[in-house]
Every structure is written in C-alpha cells, then in structure tokens.
C-alpha cells in the first residue's frame, strides 16, 4: 500500500503564494497518479489538481494559470505551487494516491493540511 502526508498549509493573505508538499511513502512503484483535493466546511470535496506517472497534468478551471503541479522523480513528493490567492481557495487539501498492486486498484488519502486566505 502507500500512505501520504501532506505539509504545507498556513494562514496567506490574498494575492500570496503558498506551497503544499505530498509525500508518498510505501509501494510507491505502484501508482498511477496523484491528486490535490480541497474540501471547505458544508460541500463536497472536490479535485483541483493531478499530475499522472508521465508527469502529465491537470487542473480545474478556477486554478488554471494559478496552481501548479509537479513531482519529484520516483514519487518521492508532489508539490502544489499556489499563486495569486484568494478567499475561495481556502480550505482543507488533501492529498490523494491512487495506484493499481497485485491486480487491485487502490486510493490512499492523507490527513489533509488547511489553507487559509485572509482578505
């Protein structure tokens, strides 16, 4: 299996940049993807970002030319490279791993890290 921790989350003020680290750790061999998901108190969590073994990526709508994804070689991390924040991007992000071991698929998810944006 894999686990993930995330780091990175904080209090910014509008308009900063923050930075949030997933690190995967186990059967790391056997992903196929990770993905950012924010969740905010009262809806659904939902995706924000994914970067796939190829290193191809994609991203919703409202943090397309702001956020940006990318690993580190061999899955050892998976940054989110936040720009140009704002009150709708605060919340919990979560980290999720999912991957394809011993002919079963599999989702991990972390504890998740807050992400505040003060106006």
């Known amino acids: 299996q894999v686990q993930v921790v995330e780091s990175g989350g904080g209090l910014v003020q509008a308009g900063g940049s923050l930075r949030l680290t997933c690190a995967p750790s186990?059967?790391?061999?056997?992903?196929?993807?990770i993905s950012w998901h924010r969740q905010v108190p009262g809806e659904e969590r939902h995706q924000v970002a994914y970067?796939?073994?190829?290193?191809?990526?994609g991203y919703a709508d409202s943090v397309k030319g702001r956020f940006t994804i990318f690993r580190d070689n061999a899955w050892k991390a998976v940054h989110l490279q936040m720009t140009s924040l704002n009150s709708e991007d605060s919340g919990v992000y979560s980290c999720?791993?999912?991957?394809?071991?011993?002919?079963?698929?599999?989702?991990?998810w972390g504890q998740g890290t807050t992400v505040t944006v003060s106006s």
């Open positions: 970067v796939t073994t190829s290193g191809s990526a």
């Open positions: 186990g059967s790391t061999f056997a992903l196929n993807f």
């Open positions: 999720t791993a999912e991957g394809t071991l011993n002919g079963r698929d599999f989702p991990s």
